[in-house]
């Protein structure tokens, strides 16, 4: 239980920081580059993959190239998603993300649906309507356009990711040699996004942005090798991991927005959440 109680810890401090950017005069887009620098180097040490383990995969390079040019880009949709959203709706719609790799599991890798599974994700898809649901315009609470086309963003990006990540492993490749490549590639992503912003002078270099980014890199790699961890803790109770470690995110993800940030949330957007937590709650079960 502590480990995936850390990793959902480190998952919903990854958006508070990203909640508290614009209020500590942080770039979100060079914290978000100097992230992948430690991501990359934690990577190396803990994992300390082969190189060889990826040249023997070549066919796994296309989706590699896909998590490179997505992560970093998805970062930032849910940077603005925390920012219009706000903390509940960005964390349950990442968690819920997990419905399109489950949709990619029957339609591509032929894995069999199960009733609970059909449950959850109808559960899923509802709650995530709940959640996108916002006020008549004009209300403060509303949060624009952006109140559901971040989320929806993020929702479609980490699906995708998952989607491409199960590419990678079912191409026989190491998860610690697959983590190093695709932060490697995102951080080149991110580079050359930020040398455009620099060159156009619409960004200066910042300590504020390096340090956030620091420690935004040791909270994601912190999110990745946690879960892990629970997972070789409990060996044959992959579904407990996956339910406690959901759960935990949208439980300390609610608590953050609503009780630290004071966000608010409707009727229909506190029903969505408990949509959420029922879907998790079946797609464990199946």
Known sequence: MPFFLAAALCSVLVSVLLKLARRLDIDVGQAIAWNYVVAAAASALVFAPASSALHAAAGAWPALVGLGLLLPTIFLALAGSVRHAGIVRSEV????????????????????????????????????????????????????????????????????????????????????????????????????????????????LGVRSLTAGLLLGLLNFGNILFYLRAHQALPGQPALVFAGMNLGVVALGALAGMVVFRERLSRINLAGLGLAVLAIALLAQG
């Open 93 to 204: 719609a990442q968690r819920l993300s997990l419905l399109i790799s489950l949709i990619a599991a029957f339609v591509l890798f032929g894995e069999p649906l199960s009733a609970a599974k059909s449950w959850g994700m109808a559960a899923g898809l509802a709650a995530l309507a709940g959640l996108m649901w916002r006020p008549a315009r004009g209300d403060a609470t509303s949060g624009g356009a952006g109140g559901w086309i971040y989320p929806l963003l993020v929702f479609l990006g980490f699906g995708v990711i998952d989607v491409l990540f199960k590419r990678v492993a079912s191409a026989g490749v190491p998860l610690g040699a697959a983590l190093l490549a695709m932060f490697v590639l995102a951080l080149l992503v991110s580079c050359v996004l930020q040398g455009w912003r620099l060159a156009r002078g619409a960004a200066r």
